[in-house]
């Protein structure tokens, strides 16, 4: 079983700056990708960011230039660093993992979800 804990949402005015956090643990024996979507009321799931184990990293075009992920792979953990933060940021965040478990097999994995709102 693997878990990923989410942290740093809450409210912010637009133009602040937020930290959201993503710990995975469990039954880990390497990852690959891992990222950030968000979902805004309605059915759609919307890419921000992601990352792979090398560091390559890709942007949702509505963030780019405003927002910068990371990762720390001693910690199984990843960062999105939200800069200018605007009102259309307001959203649900969730934190996935692709993570190869000790049955050599591929999973994806889902945090929670972190709320983050943006006043105008």
């Known amino acids: 079983q693997v878990h990923l804990v989410e942290s740093g949402g809450g409210l912010v005015q637009a133009g602040g700056s937020l930290r959201l956090s993503c710990a995975a643990s469990g039954s880990i024996f390497s990852l690959n990708a891992m990222g950030w979507y968000r979902q805004a009321p309605g059915p759609q799931r919307e890419l921000v960011a992601d990352?792979?184990?090398?560091?390559?990293?890709s942007y949702g075009n509505s963030v780019k230039d405003r927002f910068t992920i990371s990762r720390d792979n001693a910690k199984n953990t990843v960062y999105l660093q939200m800069n200018s933060l605007k009102a259309e940021d307001t959203a649900v965040y969730y934190c996935?993992?692709?993570?190869?478990?000790?049955?050599?097999?591929?999973?994806?994995?889902w945090g929670q979800g972190t709320q983050v709102t943006v006043s105008s």
């Open positions: 996935y993992a692709s993570v190869l478990s000790g049955d050599h097999r591929w999973r994806d994995y």
């Open positions: 990352i792979t184990s090398g560091g390559k990293t």
